[in-house]
C-alpha cells in the first residue's frame, strides 16, 4: 500500500529555518517523482517544488532560492529544507507522489512561522 | 508566473448540473497544460479527481466529468450529490515542469 507521511512541523520564528520529511512507502522515492503543495489557512492549493526521478529539481517562483528539496534514497525519504521563513510561509505542507497522476497525498504538516 | 482564474463560488441543486471552468492568463488551456482537477473537503488532504483533461482515477465518481471548453478546461458534474459539496481545484502544467493550482471553486450543494 501507498503511503505518504509528512513530519517536522512546528512554530518558527521569521527568518528561521526548518526542514519537513516526507516518510514514503510501497513505493521508491528514486524511481518516481515527488512534489511538495501547501496550503495556507483558509487559502487555496500552491505548488511549491518537485524532485523527478533523475534528482532534478523544480521551484516555484515564491520558494526559489529560499526552499530546498532532497531525498535519501535509503530512507525512502523525501525533505524540503525551508530557510528565511516569511509569515507567508504559513501552511499545511502536503507532499505527493507526482507521476502516476498524482494518485498518492500526504496527509500534511503544519508549518507556522510567527514571532 | 501565470495565473490561473476558477469562479470562487458556485450553487447547484441536488441532481443538478455544474460546470466549472479554469482559465490561464497566458491564453487558451490547451491538452498540453495537462488539466487536473482536484477536491478537496474540510479537514481532509485534497484528491485527484481528473487528470490529464479528462482522464479519471478508479475512485472518480462517474458523475465528474473534464474536458476542454471556450479555451479553457471544465469539470462538470452532472447528477449533484450532497456529498459533492467541497472545494474544487483546477491545476495546469507550464512547461512541463512547473504547475500552477487556481485559486479553487467553493461547490455548494442545495
Known amino acids: 500500500e501507498v503511503q505518504l507521511v509528512e513530519s517536522g512541523g512546528g512554530l518558527i520564528q521569521p527568518g528561521g529555518s526548518l526542514r519537513l520529511s516526507c516518510a514514503a512507502s510501497?513505493?521508491?522515492?528514486?524511481?518516481?517523482?515527488v512534489s511538495w503543495v501547501r496550503q495556507a489557512p483558509g487559502k487555496g492549493l500552491e505548488w511549491v517544488s518537485v524532485i523527478d526521478s533523475g534528482a532534478k529539481t523544480k521551484y516555484a517562483d515564491s520558494v526559489k532560492g529560499r526552499f530546498t528539496i532532497s531525498r535519501d534514497n535509503s530512507k525512502n525519504m523525501v525533505y524540503l529544507q525551508m530557510n528565511s521563513l516569511r509569515a507567508e510561509d504559513t501552511a499545511v505542507y502536503y507532499c505527493?507522489?507526482?507521476?502516476?497522476?498524482?494518485?498518492?497525498w500526504g496527509q500534511g504538516s503544519l508549518v507556522t512561522v510567527s514571532s | 508566473q501565470a495565473v490561473v482564474t476558477q469562479e470562487p463560488s458556485l450553487t447547484v441543486s441536488p441532481g443538478g448540473t455544474v460546470t466549472l471552468t479554469c482559465g490561464s492568463s497566458t491564453g487558451a488551456v490547451t491538452s498540453g497544460h495537462y488539466p487536473y482537477w482536484f477536491q478537496q473537503k474540510p479537514g481532509q488532504a485534497p484528491r485527484t479527481l481528473i487528470y490529464d483533461t479528462s482522464n479519471k482515477h478508479s475512485w472518480t465518481p462517474a458523475r465528474f466529468s473534464g474536458s476542454l471548453l471556450g479555451g479553457e478546461a471544465a469539470l462538470t458534474l452532472s447528477g449533484a450529490q450532497p456529498e459533492d459539496e467541497a472545494d474544487y481545484y483546477c491545476?495546469?502544467?507550464?512547461?512541463?515542469?512547473?504547475?500552477?493550482f487556481g485559486g479553487g471553486t467553493k461547490l455548494t450543494v442545495l
Open positions: 491545476m495546469l502544467s507550464y512547461s512541463g515542469r512547473s504547475w500552477v
Open positions: 505527493a507522489r507526482w507521476n502516476d497522476y498524482v494518485r498518492y
Open positions: 510501497g513505493f521508491t522515492v528514486s524511481r518516481n517523482d
